[in-house]
């Protein structure tokens, strides 16, 4: 813990996000700390400005009776004001505890009921109906505050206030209440708690990560040296409050760097502000960036022969030395003139429309980025990166240094961060990060953290030889062994598979087996426009699935993922030696995947036991009926006969090592 | 000034207070030729509330909700609106006496952007000269500054910040029937005629638009006339309802008090008139 503490040593006085907000006030004090576009303007604060904002919130939460140690839950979209709820409670020695806007009112009881919650702070009515609706059982909630007057007045309010005229309180009551306020701002330590998150939790009830003021203002500092952010850098915060990532970008690295935070006008302009504002420093899950490609994609088949011809020829020139000038890697100077014209043709105007041209830093994380993706963005000198983290962590587990950037790893270990592989392939850490506990569930904190402070990820991976990269292959409950011993992560092959366009769902079978054998859905979009393209007549999903070209293109894709897999000694046994095109699409309807899209593996396993059988028997064809539901719950039955095939698998001999 | 009825409003079941009377129709009848499309009808809207107007195709209802806003002239009876009795106008005269109106058939400038076609509700608020305007000068600037601020407002109130830029023509029905309020609002009317808001959309878009209805009137005590053919909408909304048929008044009251009208339940279930 040694790092830790000469850490902590070397913050002196700054140990709170008040204090830091004191600091920027005094240092930066005419700089922009937030923007918020309203009624199509961008209106900016200054940090000297949210100073006294936020002091004025914090007085007026002072006269409404908040207490030391009161847990403040904030419900809302991104907004300036909302964070500086969460700055005022930490001023008044309150825990500011950031929920899901979308969440129902179900989920919304329980955490709220956990953390026994006296203040809620509102974006909007919609959220204080979802408050009201939840104090029936909740008996913990006495004040609510709303940002948004809009739609309010027939409200009760002998115990709700609308957030401006709590600030007129509190600006009134400055004589009164200053000093009481200065004391317990400046009682604030590392060791307090800075903020509760809870964590979506994909199995049973959330769990409140507790983060204390020495995880998040070290994690800060340590990520903000990394990335020499600076002031004057700009981010759009638009990803939700109760997530650990924007707490850290928009509140922990804002407040220590002292950069400018900018709310977007609604969720639906996102697009828009973010071209308006040209952050600096952006973090965006592979999602956004996917469709950001396949808009540009789009419109770019309806542009002119010569517009598209010029786009391609410079994107193919860029795919080869884009890279190679972010690395700083030698290039000739032919290639860097012709860049440079690429630049002014495509790349910069490209840029600019998507509102990334001033980019220095960009991250992407949460689960596997296309390797397409992420050159195609790389190609245009966008420096995006990766990284690996999670709540417990304060974000930052491992990401990926300047020149050092590849698709497949998710980098090293961040500064302070220990990071070890356990014999079972589980990925641990040790950091100054390391959640403090998990709130009311000592068991749970045990069994996540043990007492010299390593935390089990659930993920499992492994450090590349030579370039000291981690790379994650899987949860570790989903990853195997197949018979002959070696490792079976089906993940990872499914990542691949589901890298090409034509391929929706892959899910990948062989533990305990000789071998591997996969099921494939089609993208029905995908090749539905490739047959429309070249005149192929299809009635369904079925049909269209069962066609010999399409299986032809499937297993050519298959062949390829074990081409590259093979050159992976550790998972070249994961090769698929056999498989099909399933005739139906995975539903959730049917209890084959989550609401949120990700395949139940037990289930599928057990529902098309038949298929799997028929696999690893060899046979050529197989007769199968499986039971869907329809969209208005009757049920019926989809027989068909599908055709299993063989694919090339990729001897040892080949292989390479990938971190060539 | 003419008498009308003095009397202070009411309160509604969800403790709004109505005002007293913004304009009384007396003994409507309106013809074009040989047809009678409104035969003698009485009826009073109140400052602050929700009046719906209902009936059967062909009842006469937009010829009511015309002949409210001005563009038709009764042949006979008369229309008291804020205590005088209204002339025959000119159509920039109907425009200018602050009831502004949506229509049933989308009537917005399909090739301008929502925040133009916005804008053009603000039009009678713009009083600099043509010079001053052609010149971006004195007045003209100050007043497009004021009415863009005011255009903004109702933007961010009915949430389609996202469209400001878009062309009309881009956008789904649900949306340019919003803009088509929003356009009506920007004109800051003191009653608001919405022929038909609901028709033609889907259970969300319906929701939406109620909400908006409710909260322009919460917000801005907008006095609202409304012509609706979903019952269910209507019952929610509204304060009170004139039902029409053939022309003719058959029901007037607070929506329970509709519901149970027999002359209502004729008409809806359909029978034969002879």
């Known amino acids: ?660 | 000034m003419l008498d009308t009825q003095s009397d202070d409003g009411y309160i509604t079941a969800d403790g709004r207070k109505i005002g007293g009377v913004a304009m009384e129709m007396r003994n409507i009848t309106l013809r074009f030729g040989g047809v009678v499309a409104i035969k003698d009808i009485s009826f009073d809207i109140r400052w602050g509330e929700i009046r719906t107007i209902i009936g059967p195709n062909g009842a006469g209802k937009s010829s009511m909700l015309n002949v409210i806003s001005g563009f038709y002239h009764p042949q006979e009876g008369e229309v008291i609106y804020k205590g005088y009795k209204r002339p025959k106008m000119k159509p920039y005269q109907v425009a200018r006496q602050g009831i502004a109106r949506t229509f049933q058939n989308i009537a917005l400038f399909e090739g301008m952007s929502v925040l133009d076609n916005i804008m053009t509700g603000r039009m009678h608020h713009m009083k600099a000269n043509m010079l001053q305007q052609a010149l971006w000068w004195g007045k003209a600037q100050r007043e497009e500054d004021e009415n863009r601020a005011q255009v903004e407002k109702i933007i961010d109130f009915l949430e389609i910040q996202h469209i400001r830029k878009t062309p009309v023509a881009r956008l789904p029905y649900g949306l340019k029937k919003r803009v088509e309020l929003a356009r009506a609002l920007a004109a800051e009317p003191s009653i608001l005629l919405l022929d038909e808001p609901m028709a033609g959309m889907n259970v969300e878009e319906k929701e939406d638009m109620c909400r908006f209805i409710l909260d322009v009137n919460d917000e801005f005590g907008t006095t609202t006339v409304l012509i609706e053919h979903d019952m269910g909408v209507v019952m929610d909304l509204s304060d009170r309802v004139v039902v029409m048929d053939y022309g003719k008044k058959i029901g007037d009251g607070t929506p329970d008090e509709v519901r149970n009208n027999e002359d209502v339940i004729r008409a809806y279930l359909g029978v034969a008139h002879d």
């Open chain 1, 1 to 660: 813990m040694s790092t830790t503490e000469t850490a902590s040593a070397a913050l002196g006085e700054l140990c709170s996000i008040p204090a830091l907000l004191a600091r920027n006030a005094k240092r930066y004090g005419m700089q922009a700390a937030y923007r918020e576009k309203e009624f199509g303007i961008w209106q900016a604060w200054t940090w000297a400005e949210t100073h006294a904002e936020v002091r004025a919130m914090a007085l007026g939460f002072l006269v409404l009776g908040m207490r030391e140690g009161d847990y403040v839950a904030i419900i809302g979209r991104n907004r300036p004001a909302l964070y500086w709820a969460m700055v005022a409670a930490q001023s008044v020695g309150a825990i500011p505890v950031p929920l899901y806007q979308d969440a129902v009112a179900e989920e919304m009881a329980y955490v709220l009921d956990h953390c026994g919650a006296r203040f809620v702070i509102c974006g909007d009515q919609e959220q204080v109906d979802k408050v009201l609706e939840v104090q029936e059982k909740v008996t913990c909630i006495e004040e609510i505050a709303y940002l948004d007057k809009r739609g309010m007045r027939k409200y009760d309010h002998s115990h709700m206030n609308w957030l401006e005229d709590v600030m007129r309180e509190g600006r009134a009551a400055e004589t009164r209440l200053g000093a009481e306020l200065d004391r317990r701002t400046s009682a604030l330590t590392l060791d307090h708690t800075c903020v509760m998150l809870y964590t979506s939790g994909t199995t049973g009830k959330p769990k409140g990560v507790v983060l204390s003021n020495r995880n998040i203002i070290v994690t800060s500092k340590n990520s903000s040296e990394f990335d020499k952010l600076r002031p004057g850098d700009e981010i759009l915060a638009y990803l939700p409050m109760a997530w650990v990532g924007d707490f850290i970008f928009a509140i922990g690295q804002a407040y220590w760097t002292g950069f400018c935070v900018n709310c977007p006008e609604s969720a639906q302009t996102m697009l828009t502000d973010l071209r308006e504002i040209g952050p600096t420093y952006y973090f965006a899950p592979p999602r956004v960036f996917e469709n950001m490609l396949t808009t540009v994609m789009i419109r770019m088949e309806d542009a002119s022969p010569l517009k598209r011809k010029i786009f391609h020829h410079f994107m193919g020139f860029a795919r080869d030395v884009g890279p190679k000038l972010l690395d700083g890697k030698p290039v000739g100077i032919g290639d860097k003139l012709k860049y440079g014209l690429g630049n002014l043709l495509v790349y910069g105007p490209l840029k600019d429309t998507l509102g990334l041209r001033r980019i220095r830093v960009a991250y992407t994380a949460g689960e596997a980025i296309g390797p397409e993706i992420f050159d195609f963005y790389r190609s245009l000198g966008i420096n995006l990166k990766q990284l690996y983290g999670q709540t417990e962590a304060s974000v930052f587990i491992t990401q990926q240094p300047d020149g050092e950037v590849r698709s497949d790893t998710v980098g090293v270990p961040s500064p302070g961060v220990e990071v070890r592989i356990a014999d079972s392939g589980e990925v641990f850490y040790r950091s100054p990060g390391t959640f403090e506990s998990y709130y009311k569930n000592a068991e749970s904190t045990a069994s996540t953290k043990d007492p010299e402070g390593w935390v089990a990820t659930g993920d499992a991976g492994f450090f590349e030889e030579g370039s000291g990269h981690l790379r994650i292959i899987d949860r570790a409950k989903d990853v195997g062994k197949m018979a002959d011993g070696s490792l079976f992560a089906p993940k990872y092959v499914e990542n691949k598979l589901k890298f090409f366009p034509n391929i929706l769902e892959a899910v990948v079978f062989g533990n305990d087996r000789d071998r591997c054998v996969a099921f494939i859905n089609i993208d029905l979009t995908a090749v539905g426009s490739w047959a429309e393209r070249n005149n192929i007549a299809y009635s369904s999903y079925q049909e269209l699935a069962g066609l010999k070209r399409v299986l032809d293109t499937i297993q050519e894709h298959v062949e390829q993922v074990n081409e590259s897999v093979a050159q992976d000694k550790m998972l070249s046994g994961c090769q698929i030696h056999r498989f099909l095109v399933l005739h139906k699409e995975l539903d959730a309807d049917d209890g084959e995947m989550t609401r949120t899209r990700k395949v139940r593996r037990r289930i599928v396993e057990d529902k098309f036991a038949d298929l799997i059988d028929a696999l690893y028997a060899g046979k050529d064809s197989v007769y199968t009926e499986t039971e869907v539901t329809y969209e208005d719950g009757r049920k019926g039955k989809l027989k068909a006969t599908l055709e299993l095939r063989d694919a090339k698998v990729f001897g040892q001999t080949s292989a390479r090592m990938a971190a060539e």
